[in-house]
């Protein structure tokens, strides 16, 4: 597609539920990455992968949080047993080049709701 | 990692008006991008620039990687240029995360 398409755009759920972020990043684009931004913040990173493989994960609080590319095209970020501090926008971006040299391009976000 | 900050944090100007906002970072870095949160939550590339000058309309911003900071320009204001702010680096010679590293933003508010 034309962007970083990204779905649902927003998620109403109950906590003690998982949830799945999807994320279709720009075609061709090497590197996708995940950021969470909580209300009157600037996104924070979570994971990244270059192709299918992922690189860093040291931004993902805790084991409730993971994320996979098996294509090294379209992302899943799963939310395992939901908690109300989960809330919050996650955005995907994707980058032609791999590493942290390349220009980011962001998704319009998935806003998530954890009742 | 590497530290981000932004300022002014709030700023509040009349349509009309020019503004420069300021991104100051820790470490040597070799990119550096500006995005703008627009009213309804997209994030909106506007330079990615490591160093130098670019414009863009009513837009420029400048890059002096060897002092660590970065200034983005507004000329002219307009009421849809209000939302937030964002520079954002990624990991310097110090190393950290490889993902961009954000600031807080500046919170701009352009009345009529």
């Known amino acids: 597609g034309a962007g970083v398409s990204q779905s649902p755009r927003y998620k109403v759920t109950k906590r003690g539920q998982d949830v799945a972020l999807r994320c279709d990043p720009i075609?061709?684009?090497?590197?996708l990455y995940w950021y969470r931004q909580a209300l009157g913040q600037g996104p924070e990173f979570l994971t990244y992968?270059?192709?299918?493989?992922?690189?860093?994960k040291s931004g993902l609080p805790n084991d409730r949080f993971s994320a996979e590319r098996p294509e090294g095209s379209i992302s899943t970020l799963t939310i395992q047993r939901t908690e109300q501090r989960d809330s919050a926008m996650y955005r995907c971006?994707?980058?032609?080049?791999?590493?942290?040299?390349?220009?980011?391009?962001f998704g319009e976000g998935s806003r998530l709701t954890v009742l | 990692g590497i530290q981000v900050e932004q300022s002014p944090p709030d700023l509040i100007l009349q349509e009309g008006a020019n503004s420069t906002l300021r991104c100051n970072f820790s470490d040597s870095v070799n990119n550096l991008q500006w995005f703008h949160q627009n009213p309804w939550g997209q994030l909106i590339n506007l330079f990615y620039?490591?160093?130098g000058t670019k414009q863009n309309g009513r837009l420029s911003a400048t890059t002096v990687a060897t002092e660590r900071y970065s200034l983005l320009y507004i000329s002219s204001s307009q009421t849809t240029d209000s939302g937030v702010y964002f520079c954002?680096?990624?990991?310097?010679?110090?190393?950290?995360?490889?993902?961009?590293?954000f600031g807080k933003g500046t919170h701009l508010i352009i009345q009529p």
């Open positions: 971006a994707s980058s032609l080049s791999p590493g942290a040299a390349g220009e980011l391009f």
């Open positions: 954002a680096v990624p990991p310097g010679s110090g190393g950290g995360a490889d993902g961009l590293t």
């Open positions: 992968f270059n192709y299918e493989a992922q690189q860093d």
């Open positions: 620039i490591p160093s």
């Open positions: 075609s061709g684009h090497v590197s």
